[in-house]
Nanobody
Framework: QVQLVESGGGLVQPGGSLRLSCAAS????????MAWYRQAPGNEREPVAS???????NYPDSVKGRFAIYRDNAKNAVYLQMNSLKPEDTAVYYC?????????????WGQGTQVTVSS
């Protein structure tokens, strides 16, 4: 059974920083693209950063220059460094990964971690 476990959310003041972590565990053959999404109350889930197995990254304009995604392939982990946080960044953040096991290749999601930006 493959699991993605996230950590690092919390309450931060505007302008502050947080780092989210996500690690995949289980019978994993390989981890392909990894990404972070977020969902605010009343909104749809939206992507905030993605990274390929080769390290290429992509960000929407809303977080470009403030967020950075990186990964540690040896640990099957992905991280999201969030700087200059704004109240509109408040949301539940989810880790996503495309993981190949011996049986199949599928998308997997973490349980979500709350990020609240407020003074």
């Amino acid at each position: 059974q493959v699991q993605l476990v996230e950590s690092g959310g919390g309450l931060v003041q505007p302008g502050g920083s947080l780092r989210l972590s996500c690690a995949a565990s289980g019978f994993i053959f390989s981890v392909n693209d990894m990404a972070w999404y977020r969902q605010a109350p009343g909104n749809e889930r939206e992507p905030v950063a993605s990274i390929t197995s080769g390290g290429s990254t992509n960000y929407p304009d809303s977080v470009k220059g403030r967020f950075a995604i990186y990964r540690d392939n040896a640990k099957n982990a992905v991280y999201l460094q969030m700087n200059s946080l704004k109240p509109e960044d408040t949301a539940v953040y989810y880790c996503n990964a495309i993981i190949k096991t011996l049986a199949k290749t599928s998308h997997y999601w973490g349980q979500g971690t709350q990020v609240t930006v407020s003074s």
